[in-house]
């Protein structure tokens, strides 16, 4: 039986009610999607992300209420999962851990600083309460009223030195030739060059676009050709064929928003671009490219035919949402930019003090090294021989070289 928690504040006219039980988010489903604006917090992805979660325990959506009508709400769940703390690529600590966990984009409504205060207030409750050994938020704009107001928790409560990244994105003009018009002289020359070096390879450049739920198979199938040669792939990032990563290509294509671009070269797969239109806004959410192809730059091309999808009229984005991380192709195009990151919360508690500790003591060090190799010629060298050894590592080997050119 589910369990139906109300908090109290009727003398401001405020209620709060946390949902705990999966049938019980029905009723929220309306208010639920006319103020989401994020897939990683929309009803369905959600949904998807429970089903598919070995680690989900229930939901935990929190609703304050301003008489009977929903004023704000945050989209979280329990679960029982692994932390892997690490410095660079190496793990330190792996902690198992019961934790809150709230998704990116989930505060939704009237985001006050009132209901903020309201919110943390309620999560920290929880947290004494036993409910879990620690609250995390998935990537909050540092100027956002929940961000601040997590950051005057008590000092064992949150936190410390948890990383903050560039989020880039691009608004849209009307055309696609407007947009090429708008970027630097010295990127659209290389779009232009490299595109007429393709145009030179018999039978490259070419772009297939994945839309449909029955075409999610051939497009995982493509794109894991691609994803296993490349780096990321070595430290445990980028694509993966995991449950979740499926139930998400399905979802959006059983909604009509999946955009799974993969290029060819010479026949083979070479780079894909892979997210999904939500609303008016594309959000990237994979890419890469192999990096034997690398003197055609594979991923400029099929991000820049991503970019043109965007101009179709009947599925029109207005903005391309690039996430986290500032990375070089996305400074050449991107022309909005702010900063966001996680929020760690922690009970008075010995479990909560120790996770803290290790959690902090981790990012202090990991965020000391890598300001290190930022500001070292030679330590910059030695990451990227790395990086090509974990690319080297991943792909197999060939007998013969490929001749593009034949």
Request: glycine share 6%; with cysteine.
């Amino acid at each position: 039986m589910s369990q139906k928690k109300s908090v109290g504040a009727e003398s401001t006219g405020r209620r709060m009610r946390i949902f705990d039980s999966i049938p019980d988010l029905e009723q929220l489903r309306a208010v639920w999607y006319s103020w989401c604006h994020d897939p990683n917090a929309d009803p369905d992805f959600y949904l998807a992300a429970a089903r598919a979660r070995p680690d989900f325990e229930r939901p935990h959506v929190i609703v304050i209420y301003r008489g009977n009508t929903p004023d704000c709400m945050l989209v979280g769940r329990l679960e029982q999962t692994t932390l892997d703390l690490k410095l660079g690529y190496t793990t330190l600590f792996k902690p198992s851990v019961r934790r809150l966990f709230f998704v990116q984009g989930g505060f939704l409504g009237n985001q006050s600083q009132e209901n903020s205060e309201y919110l943390i207030c309620s999560i920290m409750q929880s947290l004494q309460k036993g409910e879990a050994h620690t609250a995390e938020f998935a990537r909050q704009r540092i100027d956002s009223t929940l961000y601040r107001t997590a950051k005057e928790v008590g000092f064992l409560q949150r936190g410390h030195f948890s990383p903050v990244h560039q989020h880039r994105s691009l608004r849209l003009p009307d055309t696609f030739d407007k947009f090429v018009r708008g970027m630097s002289r010295h990127n659209r020359h290389e779009f232009r060059r490299h595109e007429k070096q393709i145009a030179d390879v018999p039978g490259a450049g070419q772009v297939h676009c994945y839309r449909s739920e029955d075409e999610v198979a051939d497009l995982v199938r493509e794109v894991e050709k691609v994803a296993k040669q490349t780096y990321q792939r070595g430290v445990g990032a980028g694509f993966r064929t995991d449950r979740e990563t499926l139930e998400f290509l399905k979802v959006a294509a059983r909604k009509g928003e999946l955009r799974g671009c993969v290029m060819h070269i010479a026949a083979q797969p070479c780079a894909f671009f892979v997210g999904n239109r939500y609303k008016e806004t594309f959000h990237g959410r994979f890419m890469g490219f192999d990096p034997r192809f690398a003197s055609y730059s594979p991923g400029l091309m099929v991000l820049m035919h991503s970019i043109e999808e965007c101009f179709e009229p009947h599925t029109r984005a207005t903005q391309m949402d690039f996430g986290w991380g500032d990375r070089r192709y996305k400074r050449a195009v991107c022309n909005e930019v702010w900063q966001d990151g996680p929020i760690y919360l922690y009970p008075v508690a010995w479990k909560g003090t120790i996770l803290n500790l290790a959690r902090s003591l981790t990012s202090f060090l990991d965020l000391i090294a890598r300001e290190i190799v930022s500001s070292s010629t030679t330590l910059l060298k030695v990451k990227k021989a790395w990086q090509r050894c974990l690319t080297s590592a991943s792909m197999p080997h060939f007998a013969t070289e490929l001749d593009l050119k034949k």
